[in-house]
Protein backbone atom coordinates (compact mmCIF):
# COMPACT_ATOMS: atom_id res chain seq x y z
CA UNK A 1 0.00 0.00 0.00
CA UNK A 2 1.35 3.16 -1.17
CA UNK A 3 1.08 6.46 1.15
CA UNK A 4 -0.92 9.29 0.16
CA UNK A 5 0.79 11.40 -2.41
CA UNK A 6 2.28 9.17 -4.36
CA UNK A 7 1.11 8.53 -7.76
CA UNK A 8 2.59 4.53 -9.19
CA UNK A 9 2.34 3.03 -12.12
CA UNK A 10 -0.15 -0.23 -12.30
CA UNK A 11 -0.04 -2.88 -15.04
CA UNK A 12 -3.32 -4.40 -14.31
CA UNK A 13 -5.33 -0.93 -13.49
CA UNK A 14 -8.07 -1.49 -16.35
CA UNK A 15 -9.71 -4.11 -18.98
CA UNK A 16 -10.70 -3.21 -22.19
CA UNK A 17 -14.67 -3.42 -22.08
CA UNK A 18 -15.55 -2.85 -25.61
CA UNK A 19 -13.05 -3.12 -28.53
CA UNK A 20 -14.83 -1.68 -31.37
CA UNK A 21 -14.51 1.98 -29.75
CA UNK A 22 -12.13 1.10 -27.31
CA UNK A 23 -13.62 1.69 -24.15
CA UNK A 24 -11.44 0.96 -21.20
CA UNK A 25 -13.06 0.37 -17.35
CA UNK A 26 -11.13 0.93 -14.18
CA UNK A 27 -10.92 -2.11 -11.96
CA UNK A 28 -11.44 -2.39 -8.34
CA UNK A 29 -9.37 -5.94 -7.41
CA UNK A 30 -9.89 -7.35 -3.87
CA UNK A 31 -6.93 -6.40 -0.82
CA UNK A 32 -5.45 -7.41 2.51
CA UNK A 33 -5.71 -4.84 4.71
CA UNK A 34 -5.53 -4.94 8.94
CA UNK A 35 -9.73 -5.38 9.91
CA UNK A 36 -10.29 -3.38 13.53
CA UNK A 37 -13.64 -5.31 13.88
CA UNK A 38 -14.23 -7.61 17.07
CA UNK A 39 -14.12 -10.25 15.27
CA UNK A 40 -11.69 -9.90 12.94
CA UNK A 41 -8.88 -7.89 14.48
CA UNK A 42 -6.21 -9.07 12.20
CA UNK A 43 -5.60 -8.76 8.49
CA UNK A 44 -8.84 -9.72 6.38
CA UNK A 45 -9.54 -9.62 2.77
CA UNK A 46 -11.26 -6.33 1.66
CA UNK A 47 -13.74 -5.80 -1.42
CA UNK A 48 -15.43 -2.60 -3.20
CA UNK A 49 -19.14 -2.76 -3.90
CA UNK A 50 -18.20 -3.09 -7.67
CA UNK A 51 -15.21 -4.69 -9.33
CA UNK A 52 -15.03 -2.01 -12.32
CA UNK A 53 -14.84 1.30 -12.13
CA UNK A 54 -15.71 4.54 -14.33
CA UNK A 55 -14.69 4.29 -18.40
CA UNK A 56 -11.64 5.96 -19.61
CA UNK A 57 -10.18 6.94 -22.79
CA UNK A 58 -6.92 6.48 -24.00
CA UNK A 59 -4.43 9.23 -21.49
CA UNK A 60 -7.98 10.00 -19.66
CA UNK A 61 -8.14 10.54 -16.05
CA UNK A 62 -10.60 10.34 -13.31
CA UNK A 63 -10.95 11.22 -9.45
CA UNK A 64 -12.74 8.33 -7.81
CA UNK A 65 -13.55 7.48 -4.46
CA UNK A 66 -13.85 3.82 -3.65
CA UNK A 67 -14.85 2.40 -0.64
CA UNK A 68 -13.75 -1.17 0.54
CA UNK A 69 -15.33 -3.37 3.31
CA UNK A 70 -14.16 -6.54 4.87
CA UNK A 71 -15.43 -9.32 3.51
CA UNK A 72 -15.48 -11.22 6.74
CA UNK A 73 -17.02 -9.19 9.42
CA UNK A 74 -18.78 -6.55 7.18
CA UNK A 75 -18.89 -3.96 9.63
CA UNK A 76 -15.31 -2.24 8.90
CA UNK A 77 -14.60 -0.14 5.74
CA UNK A 78 -11.95 1.68 4.19
CA UNK A 79 -12.22 4.60 1.90
CA UNK A 80 -9.57 5.84 -0.32
CA UNK A 81 -9.38 9.47 -2.76
CA UNK A 82 -7.78 8.92 -5.88
CA UNK A 83 -7.02 10.10 -9.18
CA UNK A 84 -6.50 7.42 -12.14
CA UNK A 85 -5.42 7.72 -15.39
CA UNK A 86 -5.07 5.40 -18.16
CA UNK A 87 -1.66 4.83 -20.24
CA UNK A 88 -2.51 1.43 -22.30
CA UNK A 89 -4.02 1.40 -25.59
CA UNK A 90 -5.22 -2.35 -25.19
CA UNK A 91 -3.60 -3.44 -22.14
CA UNK A 92 -4.70 -2.29 -18.46
CA UNK A 93 -1.65 -0.23 -17.82
CA UNK A 94 -2.34 3.47 -15.88
CA UNK A 95 -1.05 5.72 -13.32
CA UNK A 96 -3.06 6.04 -9.75
CA UNK A 97 -2.22 8.77 -7.62
CA UNK A 98 -4.08 8.55 -4.26
CA UNK A 99 -5.42 11.79 -2.34
CA UNK A 100 -5.85 10.81 0.43
CA UNK A 101 -7.66 7.74 2.40
CA UNK A 102 -9.77 7.10 5.89
CA UNK A 103 -9.16 5.53 8.21
CA UNK A 104 -5.75 7.54 7.78
CA UNK A 105 -3.07 5.45 6.54
CA UNK A 106 -0.58 3.41 8.26
CA UNK A 107 0.53 -0.01 9.28
CA UNK A 108 -1.48 -1.28 12.20
CA UNK A 109 -0.30 -0.80 15.52
CA UNK A 110 -0.25 -3.89 17.66
CA UNK A 111 -2.49 -3.54 21.10
CA UNK A 112 0.69 -5.25 22.74
CA UNK A 113 3.05 -2.75 21.95
CA UNK A 114 0.16 0.17 22.79
CA UNK A 115 0.03 -1.79 25.96
CA UNK A 116 4.38 -1.26 26.43
CA UNK A 117 4.09 2.13 25.91
CA UNK A 118 1.24 2.97 28.56
CA UNK A 119 0.89 6.23 29.82
CA UNK A 120 2.63 7.58 26.71
CA UNK A 121 0.29 6.36 24.01
CA UNK A 122 -1.00 9.65 22.87
CA UNK A 123 2.62 10.64 22.29
CA UNK A 124 3.60 7.56 20.55
CA UNK A 125 0.24 7.65 17.94
CA UNK A 126 1.41 11.24 17.55
CA UNK A 127 4.65 9.81 15.88
CA UNK A 128 3.32 7.20 14.09
CA UNK A 129 0.66 10.18 12.32
CA UNK A 130 3.68 11.72 11.47
CA UNK A 131 6.20 9.28 10.14
CA UNK A 132 3.14 7.78 7.91
CA UNK A 133 2.71 11.05 6.93
CA UNK A 134 6.73 11.49 5.37
CA UNK A 135 7.57 13.67 8.46
CA UNK A 136 10.31 12.17 9.38
CA UNK A 137 11.60 15.07 11.72
CA UNK A 138 7.95 15.48 13.20
CA UNK A 139 8.07 11.84 14.24
CA UNK A 140 11.45 12.11 15.82
CA UNK A 141 10.69 14.97 18.19
CA UNK A 142 7.34 12.12 19.34
CA UNK A 143 9.86 9.43 19.64
CA UNK A 144 11.91 11.28 21.48
CA UNK A 145 9.82 12.61 24.18
CA UNK A 146 8.15 8.81 24.66
CA UNK A 147 11.59 7.59 25.52
CA UNK A 148 12.66 10.20 27.69
CA UNK A 149 9.45 9.29 29.64
CA UNK A 150 9.58 6.22 29.19
CA UNK A 151 13.22 5.67 30.76
CA UNK A 152 12.59 5.97 34.46
CA UNK A 153 10.03 3.05 33.60
CA UNK A 154 12.30 1.08 32.08
CA UNK A 155 15.42 1.69 34.08
CA UNK A 156 12.54 0.47 36.70
CA UNK A 157 12.20 -2.59 34.89
CA UNK A 158 16.12 -3.49 34.60
CA UNK A 159 16.56 -2.83 38.51
CA UNK A 160 13.43 -5.72 39.12
CA UNK A 161 15.41 -8.41 36.52
CA UNK A 162 18.66 -7.50 38.39
CA UNK A 163 17.57 -7.64 41.44
CA UNK A 164 16.22 -11.28 40.98
CA UNK A 165 19.62 -12.25 39.45
CA UNK A 166 21.16 -11.41 42.86
CA UNK A 167 23.05 -8.50 41.28
CA UNK A 168 24.83 -6.53 44.46
CA UNK A 169 23.21 -3.48 46.61
CA UNK A 170 25.57 -1.30 44.64
CA UNK A 171 24.50 -2.20 41.23
CA UNK A 172 20.90 -1.79 42.78
CA UNK A 173 21.71 1.55 43.87
CA UNK A 174 23.25 2.64 40.74
CA UNK A 175 19.82 1.60 38.80
CA UNK A 176 18.01 3.62 41.30
CA UNK A 177 19.72 7.13 40.65
CA UNK A 178 19.78 6.22 37.16
CA UNK A 179 15.74 6.28 37.01
CA UNK A 180 15.80 9.33 39.62
CA UNK A 181 18.34 11.26 36.66
CA UNK A 182 16.35 13.72 34.16
CA UNK A 183 18.67 13.32 31.70
CA UNK A 184 18.40 10.14 29.35
CA UNK A 185 22.35 10.44 28.55
CA UNK A 186 23.24 11.11 32.11
CA UNK A 187 21.01 8.01 33.64
CA UNK A 188 22.57 5.45 30.53
CA UNK A 189 26.31 6.14 31.33
CA UNK A 190 26.61 5.07 34.53
CA UNK A 191 24.68 1.78 34.12
CA UNK A 192 25.72 0.96 30.63
CA UNK A 193 27.71 -2.12 31.74
CA UNK A 194 25.45 -3.32 34.38
CA UNK A 195 22.57 -4.58 31.84
CA UNK A 196 21.91 -8.10 32.58
CA UNK A 197 23.09 -10.49 29.66
CA UNK A 198 19.28 -11.78 29.87
CA UNK A 199 18.50 -8.56 28.83
CA UNK A 200 20.89 -8.28 26.18
CA UNK A 201 19.36 -8.38 22.37
CA UNK A 202 22.16 -10.24 19.96
CA UNK A 203 25.12 -8.95 22.44
CA UNK A 204 23.84 -5.34 21.98
CA UNK A 205 23.20 -2.70 25.19
CA UNK A 206 19.62 -1.96 24.28
CA UNK A 207 19.87 1.26 26.18
CA UNK A 208 23.24 2.15 24.12
CA UNK A 209 21.09 1.67 21.13
CA UNK A 210 18.17 3.61 22.59
CA UNK A 211 20.78 6.11 23.59
CA UNK A 212 22.53 6.34 19.92
CA UNK A 213 19.60 6.64 18.01
CA UNK A 214 18.29 9.59 19.88
CA UNK A 215 21.63 10.90 19.72
CA UNK A 216 21.55 10.63 15.69
CA UNK A 217 18.33 11.33 15.12
CA UNK A 218 17.38 8.51 13.89
CA UNK A 219 16.25 5.11 13.83
CA UNK A 220 17.32 2.16 11.35
CA UNK A 221 14.82 -0.52 10.75
CA UNK A 222 17.23 -2.75 12.56
CA UNK A 223 17.67 -1.61 15.99
CA UNK A 224 13.61 -0.79 15.63
CA UNK A 225 13.17 -4.62 15.70
CA UNK A 226 15.88 -5.36 18.62
CA UNK A 227 14.38 -2.36 20.81
CA UNK A 228 10.73 -3.01 20.35
CA UNK A 229 11.91 -7.10 20.88
CA UNK A 230 13.68 -5.84 23.95
CA UNK A 231 11.27 -3.88 25.75
CA UNK A 232 8.25 -6.28 25.23
CA UNK A 233 10.63 -8.76 27.27
CA UNK A 234 11.66 -6.22 29.75
CA UNK A 235 7.95 -5.31 30.31
CA UNK A 236 6.15 -8.42 30.22
CA UNK A 237 8.97 -10.86 30.85
Given amino acids: MAPPGIEIEVSDLGALRTVAINTWEVKYP ?16 FSPASNTGPDLDQNAAKDVFVTYTCNHCRSQSKRFALRVTRKGRTDGTGLVFKYGEHP ?28 NAGLGIGAFSYYRRVVDRQKARIISQIAGVARKLGASKDVLELLRQAEKEWSFSKSVDPIKDLIPSALLIDGHN ?3 LLHAALSKGMHDENQLRMLTAWHSHVIFG
Fill in 30 to 45: PIALYCYGKICEREMV
Fill in 104 to 131: LFGPHTPSRLISLIGPDRDLFLAGRRAE
Fill in 206 to 208: PLL
